[in-house]
């Protein structure tokens, strides 16, 4: 009688991981920390402007109900 074959299970990589591979080999490592930095920078851009848009709903909202209370 034989032995099992030993089976080898191994994770499909995610289409981030295939990129972040691909971007490890095309580019050094300075400018891979500095494509990183600069997306980090959009996204922050991006939750600063959503808090402004937000800020600027609840400004107008109270300058409603005080000019209506007068």
Do not use: C, F, Y
């Not at 032995?3 to 591979?21: E, G, H």
């Not at 490592?29 to 402007?49: F, H, I, K, P």
């Not at 909202?61 to 209370?69: I, K, N, T």
């Amino acid at each position: 009688m034989q032995a099992p074959t030993p089976v080898r299970a191994t994770a499909i990589p995610s289409v981030t991981d295939a990129l972040r591979a691909v971007e490890s080999i095309l580019m050094r490592g300075g400018q891979r920390t500095a494509r990183r930095n600069a997306w980090t920078s959009v996204l922050e851009d991006r939750r600063r402007a959503k808090d402004r848009v937000e800020a600027q709903h609840v400004l107008e909202a109270v300058a409603g109900r005080a000019s209506r209370a007068t």
